[in-house]
């Protein structure tokens, strides 16, 4: 019999160490998160996290994850895998509009992927990077996601910039704090640039391929941006919750900081 290693994690243990990173109740969080760091014996998997996490924030709290659905996108910028060109006429033609209940999630984790689909949590409506949410603020939130500038001033984003919220890295590093981007869309910085894709919509109940405004968003320096923050600021809160690195920030004093880092460092 294979010996097990490490200990039993549970929702009772994983609330115990999210109070103890700093997690409160009432709180508006957003989750970036791996799985996998938590540790092999999770009982009930990404279920275990979430109520976890809605214990800790309680009625009063909001409980915010990136649902973002990149499939949904141009076939012509696709790299990972890339298709044939000779493809993309055809999947820009056939390729299903988005739907919250349906469009699966691409990249954004297991337990971002299980949370959408709880009673209570809301998807906003951008067919390529959208987000949800379960608590007090959800609607909030989640309401009025633009097509254009995702990750700009008419998006989850800058709404839990309002509401004064956290990030919480769960097993992820500032690489994947889409809160920066935010930061991008507010910085003057050389080399700035918009681009138009693409994806499918319904128009008055008709399905079609639709372009619109965005950023050419890059995260290259998120996580040197988000070590600055962490020494410079001593805003962010370490600790472990199970087996997994874990980071705790004010989403407001970052996106602030990251406007002027950026402005100071992307020449």
């Not at 968003?217 to 962490?230: M, T």
């Amino acid at each position: 019999m294979e010996e097990i290693q490490g200990n039993l994690i549970t929702v009772e243990t994983l609330a115990a160490d999210f109070r103890r990173l700093g997690v409160q109740e009432g709180m508006t969080l957003l989750l970036h998160s791996s799985f996998k760091s938590l540790g092999q014996w999770v009982a009930g998997g990404p279920v275990a996290v979430i109520l976890a996490l809605e214990e800790v924030l309680g009625t009063e709290g909001t409980l915010v994850m990136p649902s973002q659905s990149s499939d949904q996108t141009d076939p012509a910028g696709w790299s990972r895998p890339p298709v044939p060109e000779a493809w993309w006429q055809t999947i820009r033609e056939q390729m299903p509009v988005y739907d919250p209940d349906l469009t699966p999630l691409r990249g954004m984790g297991v337990i971002a992927d299980t949370f959408r689909k709880q009673r209570g949590v809301k998807r906003s409506s951008h067919p390529v990077d959208s987000f949800v949410a379960w608590g007090k603020h959800r609607d909030f939130i989640i309401d009025g996601h633009a097509l254009e500038f995702a990750f700009g001033e008419q998006s989850p984003l800058a709404r839990i910039y309002d509401l004064h919220g956290s990030v919480l890295l769960l097993g992820v590093d500032s690489l994947n704090n889409t809160s920066l981007h935010l930061s991008e869309y507010r910085a003057e910085y050389a080399g700035k640039q918009e681009v138009t894709p693409g994806t499918p919509m319904l128009v008055d109940g008709t399905r079609q391929w639709v372009q619109f405004r965005d950023l050419n968003w890059d995260s290259e320096d998120f996580a040197a941006l988000g070590e600055d923050f962490s020494r410079e600021t001593g805003l962010t809160r370490h600790g472990r919750v199970a087996a997994s690195a874990a980071q705790l920030m004010p989403q407001r004093e970052l996106v602030d900081y990251g406007v002027k880092w950026l402005e100071r460092n992307r020449k």
